[in-house]
């Protein structure tokens, strides 16, 4: 069983940026794997995912230009970039196996995501 672990959560200011990493207890090699975050009283948002090989990339148009995925499948990581946050962006990001990373898994990540870990807490406040 994939157990993950997020990290690198925080309090930022509007327009800041904060990196998310994500740990895996087995090698990730052969997974798909993203993020989706969930705000309080809100359903869970994909917000991005990266296939196995890093062919396909996806996020969601709320994080695009701002956010950066990316994976060190030697280290068994998963990072997120996040730039220009928002107060929107505040909510607890984890990091989550998927299937296939695609706009499918994005669109409903209650039904394509499986083995989160903790979450690690996201706060964009002045």
């Known amino acids: 069983q994939v157990q993950l672990e997020e990290s690198g959560g925080g309090l930022v200011q509007p327009g800041g940026s904060l990196r998310l990493s994500c740990a895996a207890s087995v090698a990730l090699d052969f997974y798909d794997i993203g993020w989706f975050r969930q705000a309080p009283g809100k359903e869970r948002e994909g917000v991005s995912c990266?296939?196995?090989?890093?062919?396909?990339?996806y996020y969601a148009d709320s994080v695009k230009g701002r956010f950066t995925i990316s994976r060190d499948n030697a280290k068994n990581t998963l990072n997120l970039q996040m730039n220009s946050l928002k107060s929107e962006d505040t909510a607890v990001y984890y990091c989550?196996?998927?299937?296939?990373?695609?706009?499918?898994?994005?669109?409903?990540?209650?039904?394509?995501?499986?083995?989160w870990g903790q979450g690690t807490q996201v706060t964009v406040s002045s």
């Open positions: 989550a196996i998927t299937y296939r990373c695609g706009l499918e898994a994005l669109e409903a990540p209650a039904a394509h995501f499986a083995s």
């Open positions: 990266i296939s196995h090989d890093e062919s396909r990339v």
